[in-house]
Every structure is written in structure tokens, then in C-alpha cells.
């Protein structure tokens, strides 16, 4: 079943708006802050990969 399949299901099971619930699955407006030490390292380890090329570039 696909994610706007299973969304489908979901909204319609719970009276719920589909986009909310889309959106839920891809957790789009999640307030989960991600922690900052976890970020700079993500970050450190894409520099590898051309992360500041793509920044300047953007």
C-alpha cells in the first residue's frame, strides 16, 4: 500500500483531513527538534561530498 493509499485509509477511518494525515505520515510539520551536536556532525560528514560547493552555489 502506498503512503497516499495508506493516508486515504487513515482519513477516511478517522474523519480526519487526508492532507493532515498525509502529512503525519511524513511527519512534514513535526516539532521535533533535531539535536544540534547530531546536525554539525551530519553536516561535518557531507562537507566530503561537496555540502559547501552546494551551499555557495544555492
Request: glycine letters at 4%; aromatic letters at 12%; proline letters at 2%.
Amino acid at each position: 500500500m502506498s503512503d497516499r493509499n495508506l493516508a486515504e485509509v487513515i482519513s477516511h477511518y478517522m474523519g480526519k483531513d487526508y492532507a493532515v494525515v498525509f502529512n503525519d505520515i511524513y511527519k512534514v510539520s513535526s516539532r521535533e527538534i533535531p539535536d544540534s551536536n547530531l546536525v554539525d556532525k551530519i553536516k561535518q560528514h557531507l562537507l566530503v561530498y561537496g555540502y559547501q560547493n552546494w551551499l555557495e552555489d544555492n
